[in-house]
């Protein structure tokens, strides 16, 4: 590195940044798909059950409620008010796995003592149950469409599919070796569904064929704690231990991608969309675990959009269709639900359509007033107007606040940038006025119209910063320039002989820690390389 003077560049308007600082990676800046994720104000309200909330479902119909299980109970909440509206306690054990028909009118749940029912969600009454597992159900699901017709499994590792209308058992479709905890219904076809299982395999069934077993066997590699079918049909979503997997079922089980940013088990999936209930931007999965966090992950480009933290361990996840609400269920009980406000809702806007809902009839814009070129305000129009969404931004450039030694540097005052640096005491501004002296060729001038008081402060900074490695590649090479240059004035100076022994000492120490550093590795290295070979 060269340290002379011959030209200087032109005038800067801009502070200057010691080049040695290492850089972040992580931007601070917010995209807008995580502020879209994070505007659902996860704490906004908090409903406390008994006990671990184990499953959350959404009703496909208007307004959208959903409902949650917990103990031997299942509730239901509303998804305007986030508040219960009625209670399910006709369970003799544990309830587990609620859902509703396409219809949104009935609702299914299974339980620890083997039985599946279905209920009237407005009467609450128990109208089917449905025996025949000899162990703890843990999924009941409807098919996408298909009114007539469950399909349900337990701890027994046996999937069955049941007539709802008549009360009987269709058929039993076996193949799992353990506990089968998970299942979901294709968005495409009501006779084919998918089912998880604790002996690691993910199964698709077609109760058309059911006789030949399953029609496709996946190894997830761990513990199946959830499956989810993504809306195309063609792919499914596996979570278990700590990743989350994509599959091709078009292409015969293909794996495309496993997501693994969690850090304990993955317990809960559900599909979540970017929209406003008119149109939607874009599916995503939403993962939640026993570490707390909820994370959405695009599977159309395999990244994770989003991550957001919870006080404890989660359970359950889901998302409503018409994309205003997400709940999250908590193992203490917690459930954490949160709705998106409409920017017109936020700004209290009052929407034709809310007002013929309410009886309103549709309510009219107040007329604007017509500015005229008499008129004061007509020359400050626009000012306060904001973007419209197709706008181009040309952003105002901000103001920037310059150091006294930026505005030293901006005037060609070169040693007073570097004395005012000095004088300041903070390393990292005085090594950036080095550097920028360093491009201008004017570092060892600077040094060397130095007065006596002036150079003492120089040797002192040396004498602090110069064994640092973050600060050592440049500040070693100018004190031995420093002291070949100055020579005459520290030989006649009692107290810039100090600063240099005192420099001398510590460079001293500082090589023979290297030196000592160097010996321990030859120590280690040939037993590392013993170690590897083994």
């Keep these: 590195m060269e340290i002379d003077t011959q030209q200087e560049p032109l005038n800067k308007t801009f502070p200057v940044k010691p080049k040695l600082k290492p850089t972040s990676k992580t931007s601070k800046s917010q995209t807008p798909e995580s502020k879209y994720w994070k505007s659902f104000k996860p704490n906004s309200t908090k409903q406390t059950l008994i006990s671990s909330i184990t499953n959350l479902s959404f009703s496909p119909i208007s307004p959208h409620d959903f409902v949650a299980t917990h103990s031997a109970s299942v509730t239901i909440f509303s998804s305007q008010t986030l508040e219960p509206k009625s209670v399910i306690t006709s ?5 587990t796995s609620a859902c509703y028909r396409s219809d949104g009118l009935l609702l299914a749940a299974g339980c620890y003592n083997g039985q599946v029912q279905v ?21 009941v699901s409807y098919p996408f469409a298909d009114k007539l017709h469950l399909y349900s499994g337990g701890d027994d590792s046996v999937v069955k599919y049941w007539d709802v209308m008549n009360e009987s058992l269709v058929c039993n479709l076996l193949g799992h070796k353990d506990y089968v905890r998970c299942g979901a219904g294709s968005p495409t076809s009501d006779d084919m569904f998918v089912t998880g299982s604790y002996d690691h395999t993910v199964k698709v069934w077609d109760v058309r064929v059911s006789n030949v077993g399953s029609m496709m066997s996946v190894d997830h590699g761990a513990p199946v704690e959830d499956v989810i079918y993504l809306p195309s049909g063609g792919l499914i979503a596996t979570a278990g231990g700590n990743s989350v997997k994509i599959w ?10 496993s997501m693994e940013s969690h850090n304990k088990t993955v317990t809960k999936l559900c599909v979540g969309k970017i929209g406003d209930g008119n149109g939607d931007f874009g599916n995503r999965i939403l993962s939640v675990s026993l570490d707390g966090y909820l994370k959405t992950f695009d599977y159309s480009t395999f990244k994770i959009t989003s991550s957001i933290r919870y006080p404890s361990s989660l359970m359950s996840v889901a998302f409503s269709p018409d994309c205003s609400t997400r709940v999250v269920g908590a193992s203490s009980g917690v459930l954490y639900a949160g709705k998106r406000k409409s920017k017109d809702e936020s700004l209290g806007i009052v929407k034709s359509e809310w007002g013929n809902y309410l009886g309103f009839g549709a309510v009219d814009e107040p007329e604007k007033r017509v500015l005229r070129p008499s008129y004061f305000r007509y020359f400050h129009r626009g000012q306060s107007e904001k973007p419209s969404k197709g706008d181009y931004l040309i952003m105002r450039p901000k103001k920037v606040k310059l150091a006294e030694h930026d505005k030293l540097l901006r005037k060609f005052h070169h040693k007073e940038a570097l004395v005012s640096a000095l004088k300041a005491k903070n390393p990292e501004n005085v090594v950036a006025v080095m550097e920028e002296l360093v491009s201008r060729k004017k570092l060892l001038k600077c040094v060397s119209n130095l007065d006596v008081d002036e150079l003492g402060l120089l040797l002192t900074f040396l004498q602090r910063y110069s064994t640092m490695p973050r600060y050592a590649g440049i500040l070693i090479l100018l004190a031995k320039k420093v002291v070949e240059n100055r020579i005459d004035d520290i030989s006649g100076s009692e107290g810039l002989k100090v600063h240099i022994r005192n420099l001398k000492r510590l460079v001293m120490e500082e090589m023979r820690i290297q030196q000592s550093l160097q010996e321990i590795q030859g120590i280690i290295s040939p037993l590392l390389k013993i170690a590897g070979r083994r």
Excluded: E, N, Q
């Design 91 to 95: 369970f003799k054990d544990t309830a």
């Design 119 to 139: 209920f009237d969600v407005k009467k609450r009454s128990s109208l089917r149950r449905l025996s025949g597992h000899s162990r703890p159900v843990h999924f």
């Design 248 to 257: 091709d079922v078009i292409g015969g089980g293909k794996l495309l991608y």
